[in-house]
């Protein structure tokens, strides 16, 4: 999420990815402990393995029935 957990870059676009990293390393070290906190709690909310597992289900009688 741009600006939540990081900053996104257009695809292909080396100024693009640049620009990214440079704004990045302008951060404070609390902003980009805050940058990090965010990406773990959305890694965890994504990805999260009774999400998962729940959402495979769901495909796999999708595809059986």
Known sequence: EDN???FLCDAKDVDSL???ILRF???SF???ADFGFRS???AIKK???KFV???Y???INKILS
């Open 18 to 20: 640049l620009n990214a």
């Open 53 to 55: 597992i729940k959402a």
């Open 4 to 6: 939540i957990n990081g």
């Open 25 to 27: 390393h302008k951060l």
């Open 47 to 49: 990805f999260d393995v």
């Open 30 to 32: 609390y902003e980009k």
């Open 40 to 42: 773990r709690k959305l």
């Open 57 to 59: 289900l769901e495909n």
